[in-house]
């Protein structure tokens, strides 16, 4: 059914953690030959991790003409490149910002039909499942071309692996740069933060958490947890959160394991940023608060208490 | 400067779509601008106020997009094009391949925003198509902006509260988002006179764009179902939160 090239992503050099249910959702029933791409990040070093999951070659992607990293449009044509060179027919990575990005360049300078945000795909028959209407409803879509190109939401496909030996090596690409284009900074420092797009768990804040400074609170538990600290649009709007933290329709979609909504009414536009959260746990004062009516599990309480008692019971967990 | 703005008419982000057929919904709820295009709108209108110029915007859908133009129309755009289609999803690549002939066949752009994207198809490429139907360099989710000579100097969300900075040459694309600025309010006196302004109307077919080149066919559309009420809690802060423990453990997140 043709080759399928994996967009793997890597975070200090190390393969990143969600990249595992996506090739998951990539290999289908086994019937597609994996290759992995590598831009920035050594294949010899990324093997053993992603051969756990049936890729069987790791293609680390360089340019002769210096830097990847900082030129998108080099990138993109290097990748094709070696689409090209290894004769792949479908391209498939994850639908973070960075895939989104180049995925999106790819299919425009190929006129190859894309899909982002998939939380399921059936390449043989080259038929995905994504959201539409922020999660409102699901689309099943038909791709058709010689390259299909998906990109799979974070956390949607349960990792499954399918050890195989992979062989590591080089692809030198040949592209020009023309510099019409150029990442010249990266601002804000990510050390110490879980993106939330990528976490297992995520607790949100809403208005009443009342300041940033109250957020701490929110953040203490988070950081016993590993989990990623998300915001609701009220409480961004009051300026209690920067818009990256905002999790709904105007902000980021999420997929966790996890999700703790705290004083969250629960509109429309948030739940379609985090519906498909595995399990969505509602903290509110108000009873009648339409969250209860679509969560998990509810907890009638100020979070003010709740979530301090958490993160004690949590506490009391590590100690054991 | 002559700038365009590409804009959508979507459902509004808290109206319940009801699907109506395999890949149909009821499209009788309260249609407005693609939330992510006032954005781009609101800041085209902040460079011609200070550099002087035009704001044209440019969309692809049924003849009651017009509302959405007039939308942007009174926030201070100076006119309008519609591209008529007779369906809400228009394959991307089609799309982009519209836009692109349409703002081609009415001007020489300085500088294009779209939306980073639509909050009905979410498919988050059109601007990457029409950038290349045009060979412009495009960046997306950007939310600042700043001019200078030939030049456009973006920052972009990529996540984990990291911002990129993009240097590129203009004219480009620019997929804005929320954060580039604070989309204005029309007052009734605008509103009045966008009615006045003036709108160009171009049949799709008109195009000379071969619709079976589309890439993407959707064959269902399907709603998610809501969870039931949610399983309550009860007891104590700290009662509560030894259950929550146990809820962790069973789902094997901690």
Redesign the interface.
């Known amino acids: 059914m043709g080759r399928t090239g994996i967009l793997l992503e890597t975070d200090n050099g190390e393969i990143k953690e969600s990249n595992y249910g996506m090739i998951t959702a990539a290999r289908g029933a086994g019937d597609t030959e994996m290759y992995g791409f590598l831009i920035g990040g050594e294949a010899a070093s990324c093997k053993e991790a992603v051969q756990k999951y049936g890729i069987c070659r790791v293609v680390e992607i360089t340019s002769d003409a210096g830097d990847l990293a900082t030129r998108p449009e080099k990138q993109t044509d290097a990748l094709i490149a070696a689409m090209k060179n290894y004769d792949i027919r479908f391209l498939v990575g994850l639908s973070s910002s960075r895939g989104r990005d180049l995925m999106a360049r790819v299919a425009a300078k190929l006129d190859a039909p894309l899909a982002v945000d998939c939380i399921d795909l059936n390449l043989e028959d080259q038929i995905v499942t994504k959201s539409h209407f922020s999660g409102k409803t699901l689309a099943r879509l038909k791709l058709c071309g010689d390259m299909l190109i998906c990109g799979v939401r974070p956390n949607a496909v349960e990792p499954q692996e399918a050890p195989c030996e992979a062989d590591a090596e080089v692809f030198a690409a040949q592209v020009k740069d023309d510099g019409r284009m150029v990442v010249t900074e990266a601002k804000g420092s990510a050390a110490g933060q879980v993106e939330l797009t990528e976490a297992n768990i995520i607790i949100t804040g809403g208005r009443p958490i009342g300041s940033a400074e109250n957020f701490s609170l929110l953040n203490e538990c988070a950081n016993l947890l590993g989990a990623a600290v998300g915001a609701s649009r009220a409480a961004v709007d009051a300026g209690y959160a920067p818009h990256s933290m905002q999790v709904g329709q105007t902000g980021k979609t999420v997929s966790p394991k996890l999700y703790i909504a705290c004083g969250l009414s629960g509109s429309v536009q948030h739940f379609a940023g985090m519906k498909t959260a595995k399990i969505i746990v509602a903290i509110n004062t108000d009873k009648h608060a339409p969250i209860f009516g679509k969560s998990d599990y509810g907890i009638l309480g100020d979070l003010f208490e709740i979530v301090p008692a958490l993160t004690e019971a949590l506490k009391d967990q590590t100690s054991q | 400067m002559q700038i365009y703005v590409c804009v959508k008419h979507v459902?509004d982000?808290?109206a319940?779509?009801k699907?109506t057929g395999d890949?149909a919904?009821d499209e009788s709820v309260k249609f407005v601008m693609n939330?992510?295009d006032e954005y781009g709108v609101e800041e085209a209108i902040r460079i011609v106020n200070k550099n002087g110029g035009e704001v044209v915007v440019v969309t692809v859908g049924k003849e009651t997009a017009v509302n959405t133009i007039r939308s942007a129309l009174a926030m201070g755009a100076a006119r309008g094009i519609l591209v008529k289609t007779e369906t809400q999803f228009l394959d991307?690549?089609l799309t982009?391949l519209a836009l692109q002939r349409a703002i081609r066949e009415d001007g020489a752009p300085d500088l294009i925003f779209t939306g980073k994207q639509s909050?009905?198809?979410?498919?988050?490429?059109t601007h990457?198509?029409l950038?290349?139907a045009f060979d412009m360099?495009?960046?997306?989710?950007v939310?600042a902006l700043e001019l200078k000579d030939d030049r456009a100097?973006v920052?972009r969300?990529?996540?984990?509260?990291?911002?990129?900075?993009?240097?590129?040459?203009t004219p480009c694309v620019i997929g804005a988002?929320?954060?580039l600025n604070e989309p204005r309010y029309p007052k009734l006196p605008d509103i009045l006179k966008a009615k006045k302004k003036e709108i160009k109307l171009i049949d799709m077919a008109d195009l000379g764009i071969d619709l079976s080149a589309?890439?993407?066919?959707?064959?269902?559309?399907?709603?998610?179902p809501?969870?039931?009420?949610?399983?309550?809690?009860?007891g104590s802060?700290?009662e509560?939160?030894?259950q929550?423990?146990t809820?962790?453990k069973e789902?094997?997140?901690?």
Not at chain 2, 137 to 141: M, R
Not at chain 2, 157 to 169: A, L, N, S, T, Y
């Open positions: 459902p982000t808290a319940n779509i699907v890949a919904f939330p992510y991307s690549s982009g909050v009905d198809s979410e498919g988050s490429q990457y198509r950038a290349q360099p495009v960046a997306t989710e939310v100097v920052e969300e990529i996540g984990g509260g990291v911002k990129e900075v993009i240097e590129m040459q988002t929320k954060g589309g890439h993407t066919e959707i064959l269902e559309l399907e709603s998610v809501e969870r039931g009420e949610a399983k309550m809690l009860s802060p700290r509560i939160a030894a929550l423990v809820v962790m789902e094997t997140v901690i």
